[in-house]
């Protein structure tokens, strides 16, 4: 994985100083709350019901493990034992004292991590593949033209106070694992008829209250132009997106409203004239950060061979691993999501734990996930029992990946000031409702995600069911969608009908998931299904 | 007016008003213009011959369209005062010198030391700006 060089370190290092001077500044009154906090922002600290909350970047989603371990420490060390793994492959802190945020800071940069553009206007964390470098169907490993972007977009001056926050993600294969059309920008790695490889543009996607699907706007950037086409997107955007109105300010509102075409012609103009001020990375850059991210020493003719003796291995190999481009070795997800428990927590000594087995068995590396869980990208087949049977004994065993029981969901107003509604009581109530082993492999595949507001942080449109808190007079209340997705098939999901209380939305769920086995042909997943007979024999089961 | 305090040019200062962008292409002999957020710089650039000044306001330190003028006037060339005026705040600062800003008058002083801290905190870049700073990337390949 990417190493950071002198210039690398001394970038982030700088950082922790300028954080320490804003505290300072805050904390001796010479800026007030008002003041402070889009500085605070952009730097991931958030002010929310009971305390801060520190967001820290995995950029990409790539971590080592002397970067997890950190992790973990920190956890133990500045909050209560605990990271919560977020939708952004982030890790974010619920109980952070402002005082020790400049020290947290010098912990991560110790470990060449930050918490830079976590949050605020401004280009975020860009996010990619959690498979990636570990996948059968990708073209190329998405992430040097992550980092080439997480580079530029790092402290950019021109577009550090944007409309609204800029999301981008990075993919390289056909399966699209990170909601890429959900993105400000979604870039997919693509190669040509020359055989040339490239990045083609989406612009405009998002969820929140207004969810878009962003449209293709170039089918080919040649890569010694990633960056100034980037810039020339942006640049549109910072000019022309809309200030008048935060509900209305993410760049999806901009290429809507403009349209599609407009928007292209107008980037278009901007990129041909930013070709020539020479703000393009040479494309030697992409070539040192390349051999960062090459296969690590693969053990050749490792055994395929793999005992499924145990019944719950067997149930877990099934759900939890993902077939490896290299034979003999698997990719292995962690789910955080233990029937009852808090989606993407984990306890310090957990955090740790993975940290470890991916020392031992996976080339020392881990991913998170946009679905808040962890990644093991490179095991051993011949040591995968052994890794779950660590896993299981810490009360990491779960097998649950991409079932009713793997729900994303939003901190919801346990912690976060803009909720409407809990989110994680529901999570909950759901997963001991389909808690059985057996229950859930009925099902199958379903991917259930709750927000506890209408920002969608949850991205419960892009759920096969959706839930969404909302504030009904004062109670809390929840909408059901059906239809989302979030794979290269995205759609958005539809509101079935009437709220429900927090009982009630458990009981819909089942009653969705009985119409589904009732109706399902073959090999038919949830989603097919719904897409198959519709909405009407949902809502009448619901709600009849 | 309110006061420059921070100016990074040599030449003498300008202190003709500046007018609107509206009033400045239509009144041939005014050599300073003010821009507001909502204005497009580039309706400038066939004028930029005969500009000593110009001021880009910031009515909110966190509407970053200011940015975006200074650079498009100095990437056509423009080698006259960029003045930032207005809710101008001492974390500003860096990223407005990199766009192209020489010149400061913040609606309230900012206190000089750690204005100082901030025009000097950064020894590298990533970017290609309006400064004319080698980023990072050209240091690490040298032509």
């Known amino acids: ?78 909050d209560r034992g605990y990271g919560h793994f977020t939708t952004r492959q982030n890790i974010q802190y619920n109980w952070i004292k402002l005082e020790d ?48 972007l997480r580079q530029w977009s790092s402290f950019h001056p021109e577009f550090l106070t944007l409309p609204r926050k800029f999301k981008i993600a990075v993919i390289a294969s056909e399966t699209d694992r990170a909601a890429m059309r959900l993105h400000d920008i979604g870039i997919k790695m693509v190669k040509n008829d020359a055989g040339e490889i490239g990045c083609q543009f989406y612009v405009g996607g998002g969820m929140g209250r207004t969810p878009m699907i962003g449209p293709m706007i170039r089918e080919f950037v040649p890569l010694d132009q990633l960056i100034t086409y980037s810039e020339a997107c942006l640049r549109v955007y910072n000019r022309y997106g809309r200030r008048d109105n935060k ?17 292209t012609r107008q980037v278009e103009e901007e990129f041909a004239h930013l070709l020539t001020q020479g703000i393009e990375p040479p494309l030697a850059e992409l070539e040192r950060i390349k051999p ?66 991916a020392k031992e068995y996976s080339f020392d590396e881990l991913r998170v996930t946009h679905a808040q869980n962890i990644v093991f990208p490179h095991v051993r087949k011949a040591d995968l ?57 009925e099902i199958g595949e379903l991917k259930l995600k709750i927000s506890g507001c209408i920002n969608a942080c949850g991205h419960h449109h892009a759920g096969h069911i959706g839930i969404l808190g909302v504030d009904r007079k004062g109670v809390e209340n929840y909408q059901l969608l059906l239809g989302g997705s979030e794979g290269a098939d995205t759609s958005l999901g539809k509101i079935t009908g009437p709220g429900f209380d927090e009982d009630g939305i458990v009981d819909a769920v089942e009653k969705a998931t009985n119409v589904y086995l009732a109706n399902k042909q073959g090999e038919e997943r949830f989603l097919d299904t719904y897409r198959r007979i519709g909405m009407d024999p949902f809502k009448e089961a619901i709600y009849g | 007016m309110v006061e420059v305090q921070f100016r990074l040019r040599e030449d003498e200062a300008v202190n003709d008003p500046a007018v609107t962008v509206d009033a400045f292409t239509e009144q041939t002999n005014a050599s300073a213009v003010r821009v507001e957020p909502g204005d497009d710089a580039r309706a400038l650039l066939p004028h930029l011959d005969r500009i000593a000044l110009v001021e880009v306001n910031f009515p909110s330190w966190t509407d970053g369209r200011g940015y975006s003028s200074a650079r498009v006037l100095r990437e056509a060339g423009y080698t006259g005062e960029i003045r930032a005026v207005g809710d101008v705040v001492i974390d500003m600062l860096g990223h407005l010198k990199r766009c192209g800003f020489d010149a400061f008058a913040p609606a309230h002083p900012l206190n000089p030391a750690d204005a100082q801290a901030a025009f000097d905190r950064w020894d590298n870049v990533y970017q290609a700006t309006a400064d004319g700073r080698r980023p990072i990337w050209a240091l690490r390949h040298p032509a």
């Open chain 1, 1 to 78: 994985m990417y190493k950071y060089d002198q210039y690398d370190q001394q970038m982030v290092d700088t950082r922790v100083e300028e954080f320490r001077d804003q505290v300072r500044r805050r904390l001796s009154g010479e800026l007030t709350e008002e003041q402070f906090r889009p500085l605070r922002l952009q730097n991931g600290l958030y002010l929310q019901l009971h305390a801060y909350m520190l967001r820290v970047a995995v950029p990409y989603g790539t971590l080592s493990s002397a970067q997890m371990k950190v992790l973990g420490d920190i956890a133990d060390k500045y």
């Open chain 1, 101 to 148: 945020t400049p020290d947290i800071l010098a912990d991560l940069a110790a470990v060449e991590m930050h918490a830079i553009q976590t949050s605020g206007n401004c280009i975020r964390n860009i996010s990619s593949d959690q498979y990636a470098g570990a996948a059968a169907d990708e073209i190329v490993d998405p992430r040097p033209y992550a980092e080439l």
């Open chain 1, 247 to 263: 509900y209305k300010a993410r760049i999806k509102i901009l290429v809507h409203e403009l349209g599609k075409e407009e928007y």
């Open chain 1, 292 to 357: 960062y991210f090459d296969d690590p020493a693969f053990e050749a003719g490792a055994s395929d061979d793999l005992d499924l003796s145990d019944p719950d291995f067997r149930l877990w190999v099934e759900r939890n691993t993902h077939a490896h481009k290299q034979a003999g070795y698997v990719i292995a997800t962690v789910s955080l999501k233990p029937v009852g428990g808090i989606p993407g927590d984990a306890s310090a000594d957990q955090i740790r734990l993975m940290a470890d087995l």
């Open chain 1, 385 to 441: 029992y052994t890794v779950w049977q660590k896993l299981d004994e810490a009360g990491l065993g779960t097998a649950n990946l991409d079932s009713v029981g793997d729900i994303i969901a939003c901190p919801g107003l346990d912690y976060c000031s803009l909720a409407n509604a809990r989110s994680i009581p529901v999570a909950q109530k759901i997963s001991e409702r389909f808690g059985s082993a057996e229950k859930q492999a």
